[in-house]
């Protein structure tokens, strides 16, 4: 069977519209980098600041994490609304300021509680966007948020072939994708735990820290499901958008 060509989107709106994702996704690092420059690190080097013992165990306390962030913020939407994209970002600057005043321990302590944070801060704006985090389908997309390239890493457009990858939805499916998102995951927040307990700054670094990375994941979320969103109204193919998306995203 011939394989089907998909033709190049002309449509001055929907152009309109991936130009302006595109430029929501390039630009969503900037704050990483601004508190990068204030507390002197890099990516190169923050992993580096961690001792050994924590470096070897971020892959599975990551994944432990996920596993219970992905419960607890799908219950707690029960009982709490969704908030604005300033609201979570406040909530987690304070518990980085509160981690980042406790050093490494007060920092690996808070953790879980920020991924928790920032998973339920995606499951807000997928429903902005019109999609029920309820759903297994858009659990799955809230947590292949995660996926992307962090911010401290430069991106090729690669991880957004991830997001189409498609996998049965249950809940083996479910736990196989958190397998293979924590690995990612570790090295991010590894480099978070490592920025926020920079010397001396403790609490303003913990805060800064993760106001950037809250930051950062709202921006791909809105990215994310901005382009579902877009090819549902548009009724034009997701992954020819999505192919546009990454060369709009890769354009310099």
Known sequence: MPQEILLPVTDPRIVTELDALAKRYRGAAGPVMQVLGFIGGSAETLLNRLPAPVRSGLEGATERALTTALGAASRSR???GDRPDWVNRAL???MGAAGGFGGLAGSAAELPFTVTMLLRAIQGIA???????????????CLRVFASAGPLEKDDGTDMGFFAAKMTVTGQGLNRLVAKVAPKLAAVLGQKLAAQTAPVLGAVAGAAVNYAFTSYYQEVAHVHFGLKRLAVDSREDEGLLREELVARMTRR
């Open 127 to 141: 429903v902005e966007h019109g999609f029920d985090p309820d759903s297994e389908e858009v659990r799955i997309e």
């Open 78 to 80: 029960h009982v709490v």
């Open 92 to 94: 987690t600057t304070a």
